[in-house]
């Protein structure tokens, strides 16, 4: 799939985020000036081992490890490339022949190769150093767009948590043994993941905002941003309060793994196969969920992020700078970084992907998990919607009590499905032998008719819960409905 995917962008030729690069035996030196325009721009995809033209060349197998150890050593040296990024580089076979494959992300700073500004358009690369008037305006993108750039310069080294930074190195070098910061200081480190940088407009240097978010305490986050906190809720039963909450209020990097174990407690994981393989479902598509309401939000406003599991759903709201509004729909959508160097740093520790893979993933997981595409749209909070199975062991029903007959337990758990809402399991729970529909609205407490026949009848009779005593004559007056027989 990955080698299908480099063909299709060789087979789209260069563009504004596509550069192609001949690479034989070593790296261009045009190579870093790339990577400088795409970071200054909308990031970009780094083909090595592919000329101008599209043909693929390949590079020489003795050479690739070599070249792949250049490109990390100078794009993480500041007289190289200042500020430093840490950009991974794979190597790939395509026909036979070795390409390397750099995704570079847009970055909320601007970066300098060799003391030049270079930014990208259509034609490549340009040097727009010496006009004032295009760094002025790159600068002042940068700063109006990503908020974790903001500078605190009295916060200090010890203030933050070592505990996390260690933790953070230790992940890398699981995965990544050669990685250059299993062998840098906790200053370093932080330096080279673009944590620490100078105000220009106020001359001060100091940790970012990034920076607190991932490594600083709780008290120390809470008071950089006191609206700060992801709040994770069962609502299945008590859908007017909630059945169980964990509110977290602390470093993204133990965020994560709250919210991957408080999905890990709630939700089902049924077997899956892909290939051979089993796989999780949930636990890839909630992954991907975990890492975009923590990468992808705007931090400075006072809408808190939450998670809500209901049956058969799970909602997300992230607060949001938004470019646009509506549902988005992924086949015509572009990604877009929205805290650029705190998605660097969970690609980093292996807590997300490239941009743009999560929805990728989410699309093509979301419907073998819960029934339905999951929904995306836009706004000045970001919403999901994911659809999720519901397994009759699961559910523990407001009615379960001792008026609660076996017949209504059997019946929701024969019908194993993610479409079961709390209003059909009410109205399941009131049905005693044959009953017309006021009898059932007046036990329910319910006036309204149309809502008793929109939330309750109808989807209990769509899914087959519950069934019409003459069937023929749907509106007949003497219309009854009882619990479907589900052992026929």
Known sequence: MFEQRILQLIKNGEGITTEFKTCRNKLNRDVYETVCAFLNRHGGTLLLGVNDAGVIE?????????????????????????????????????ENKHLLFVYVPES????????????????????????????????????????????????????????LIEKSRNIV?????????????????????????????TGRSGFTLACILLFGTDQLILSAVPAHRTDLILRKVNIDRYDDRDLVRTNLIDSYD??????????????????????????????????????????????????????GQVRTENPNRARGFGAIHFESSSPYPK????????????RADELGSGMRNLMKYGKAYGGSDPEMVEGDVFR??????????????????????????????????????????KLLSVIKGEEDRATLQ?????????????LYLRPALDLGLIEMTIPDKPRSRMQRYKLANRSQ
């Open 58 to 94: 390949g590079i020489e197998p003795d050479a690739v490890d070599q070249i792949k150890k250049d490109f990390v050593t100078a794009v993480n040296n500041s007289q190289k490339l200042a500020p430093p990024a840490y950009l991974s580089i794979h190597d790939v076979v395509v």
């Open 108 to 163: 909320s700073q601007v970066h300098r190769c060799n003391g030049r500004i270079y930014d990208r358009n259509e034609d490549g690369d340009l040097d727009i150093t010496d006009y004032t008037e295009q760094v002025s305006n790159l600068y002042l993108r940068k700063r109006t767009h990503y908020t974790e750039n903001k500078v605190f310069p009295y916060v200090k080294l010890e203030d933050l948590r070592s505990d």
């Open 173 to 201: 070098r699981i995965h990544t043994p050669t990685h250059p910061w299993s062998d840098m200081d906790d200053m370093q480190l932080i330096q080279s993941a673009q944590l620490y940088q100078a105000d220009h407009e």
């Open 258 to 311: 709250r919210i991957i174990a408080f999905a890990q407690k709630h939700l089902p994981d049924p077997f899956y196969l892909e290939g051979i393989e089993r796989i999780s479902l949930r636990d890839i598509i909630f992954r991907e969920v975990a890492s975009n309401i923590l990468i992808h939000r705007e931090f400075t406003s006072g809408t808190p992020t939450r998670l809500i599991i209901e049956y």
């Open 339 to 350: 805290n650029p160097v705190i998605g660097a740093f969970f690609r980093e520790i292996h």
């Open 384 to 425: 999901t919607i994911i659809k999720t199975p519901e397994f009759a062991s699961s559910l523990n029903l407001e009615t379960a009590d001792k008026h609660e007959t076996p017949q209504v337990t059997q019946q929701v758990a024969q019908h194993v499905t993610q479409q079961v809402t709390p209003e059909v399991n």
């Open 442 to 454: 007046a036990k329910l407490g319910l006036k309204d008719r149309e809502s008793f026949r929109k």
